[in-house]
């Protein structure tokens, strides 16, 4: 059971290893794109491409759909970026219904693990299987695995880190459950000393360039290449918006004020934050296609250019 691309390195796994694949759970197609055109998920796409019977219930609860679970006889429900599951559904197969979960849990439960890790300065994070039970990511732990977070790594670059690490993980966890050796792990119920991984949306994705250059730049990365992380910038007398993909902190003694821009040689691009600069590597403008930061300058008719603080 998966939709996005995190999921079909998974079930790739499993497929590639000789495990019998009874169906996949995926998402209905949903219009997508200037045309509407009808858009299946990832894990569909593979799944057709490898024969395997995919189901797309509208509702969970659907007594159709629940029926048809039944019939597969599954032992094991695999469970990787999708939807809650009713009870009556993560309890059917005999040994269980376990999930993979992109942080090392019980830090950073719900829906962006990945993103919050990074916004909050994390140097590891991890990814974990649990079984699932009637709240969001507090099962039993099965196993877990730690992997190291690089002080310039975007979101994307460490998403593709975690779905291979991921998907490794997922196949050790089924050959134990298989093989009948894993040892369950109960979370931590001290909820108050734990990191939170909400879902993510635009309205929070706007730079404040207030903030300490470090906090910015984890801000940055941590939003990067999606949703990204977004601020206004005053050129030629017009506001535009652009997004920021990737920075670097700079080392500089001098104080500007914050959103304050400095270019440099007319290719380098310099924002001052509370405590410092960052050096912007790549952004992007509205309607446009991401850029590196000399093409972006290029596009600037104006000498004059300022990001708005906050």
């Known amino acids: 059971m998966g939709t996005p691309e995190f999921a079909v390195e998974s079930l790739r796994q499993l497929i590639e290893n000789n495990y019998e694949i009874a169906a996949v759970v995926t998402v209905p197609d949903k219009l997508a794109g200037r045309g509407l055109k ?3 998920s990832a894990v569909k796409h593979f799944a057709v491409r490898m024969d395997i019977p995919v189901i797309q219930p509208q509702s969970l609860k659907d007594p ?7 019939s597969l006889n599954a032992n094991l429900f695999v469970v990787v970026a999708f939807r809650k599951l009713p009870e009556e559904v993560w309890r059917m197969p005999e040994f269980g219904t376990f999930n993979l979960h992109a942080s090392l849990l019980p830090d950073y439960r719900g829906a962006a693990p990945i993103n919050h890790a990074i916004i909050n ?14 709240e969001i990511d507090t099962g039993e732990i099965i196993l877990n695995q730690s992997v190291d977070i690089g002080p310039n790594q975007t979101a994307g670059e460490l998403h593709d880190q975690l779905m291979i690490a991921g998907a490794e993980l997922l196949l050790k966890t089924v050959k134990s459950i ?12 001290r909820i108050e000393d734990l990191r939170s991984a909400p879902r993510i949306f635009r309205q929070n994705c706007k730079i404040n360039w207030t903030k300490p250059a470090f906090e910015v730049h984890n801000f940055i990365r941590g939003l990067s290449p999606f949703p990204g992380a977004f601020t206004n910038f005053d050129s030629a007398k017009h506001i535009n918006e ?9 080392n500089s003694d001098e104080k500007l004020t914050p959103g304050e821009v400095k270019i440099i040689d007319g290719n380098r691009l310099w924002v001052s934050c509370c405590d410092g600069f960052l050096e912007i590597i790549q952004l992007q403008a509205a309607g446009k296609r991401a850029m590196m930061t000399a093409d972006f300058l290029r596009g600037i008719k104006s000498d004059y250019l300022h990001f708005e603080s906050t």
Do not use: A, M, P
Not at 122 to 133: K, P, Q, R, S, Y
Not at 242 to 250: A, D, F, M, P
């Open 38 to 40: 009808l858009k299946e």
């Open 121 to 134: 300065g994390e140097t590891i994070t991890g990814v974990t299987t649990f079984f699932i039970n009637s």
């Open 64 to 70: 159709e759909f629940i029926n048809g679970l039944k």
């Open 178 to 189: 298989e093989e009948g050796t894993y040892r369950v792990i109960r979370q931590s119920d």
């Open 242 to 250: 652009v997004k920021i993909l990737r920075s670097v902190i700079c």
